[in-house]
């Protein structure tokens, strides 16, 4: 186990609990992603670990985490990300495979690295859902501090439609995850 690996794996752990706790009636919950629901945020983290699992067995993506994102979380989505949740431990579990080269949105990364990189998605995306649920927004600190060290440098070429929002002014001296939270334009 690398160290973004094991990042990741508490990312997407700490995402799993978020999923879990919602509440059925608060799928259809506002989100602070823009037009975006509680269903949105836990369809396009179900999707996006599916590309991940397929970019390490070599297949293309099977669905869209951009278009239409509620629909990969379907009718229960805590056992939609449970799926997903195992099928990324099956696909890491294949001696070597931190190591492999997989092609990205990115361009050509290993395997570790595309984790490393993906940890800051997911870290946020569970902020994102503790807001549209009313659930713990806390995150761990930890991934706080990775993902604003994975961000920082990207941040500003990442801003537009369905990426970052401007930047949000932030009080000198703020924690990290409101630091974190305002470099991707959410107001914490």
């Given amino acids: 186990m690398s160290l973004n690996s094991e990042r990741y794996r508490r990312a997407i752990d700490q995402f799993g609990r978020v999923v879990t706790s919602a ?15 509680a269903l949105d945020i836990a369809g396009h983290v179900i999707a996006i670990q599916h590309a991940i699992v ?17 629909r990969h979380a379907g009718a229960d989505p805590a056992a939609a990300w449970l799926a997903a949740s195992a099928a990324i431990d099956m696909a890491l579990v294949e001696p070597g495979v ?3 080269i997989v092609s990205t949105w990115r361009g050509d990364v290993t395997v570790d690295d595309m984790l490393g990189y993906n940890v800051a998605d997911t870290t946020i995306h569970a902020w994102d859902l503790a807001r549209a649920i009313g659930g713990d927004d806390r995150l761990d600190p930890d991934l706080v501090v990775a993902s604003l060290e994975i961000l920082a440098p990207v941040a500003d070429t990442m801003r537009g439609p369905n990426m970052f929002a401007g930047s949000v002014e932030v009080e000198p001296g703020a924690d990290p995850q409101t630091r974190l939270l305002a470099m991707v334009g959410r107001a914490g």
Avoid: E
């Avoid at 509440?23 to 629901?37: E, I, K, L, N, V």
């Avoid at 099977?62 to 278009?67: A, D, G, L």
């Fill in 54 to 70: 397929a970019a390490i067995a070599g297949q293309r993506p099977p669905m869209n985490p951009m278009k239409d994102p509620g």
């Fill in 98 to 100: 931190l190591d492999r």
């Fill in 23 to 37: 509440m059925p009636a608060r799928w259809d919950a506002p989100s602070p992603c823009t037009a975006w629901t």
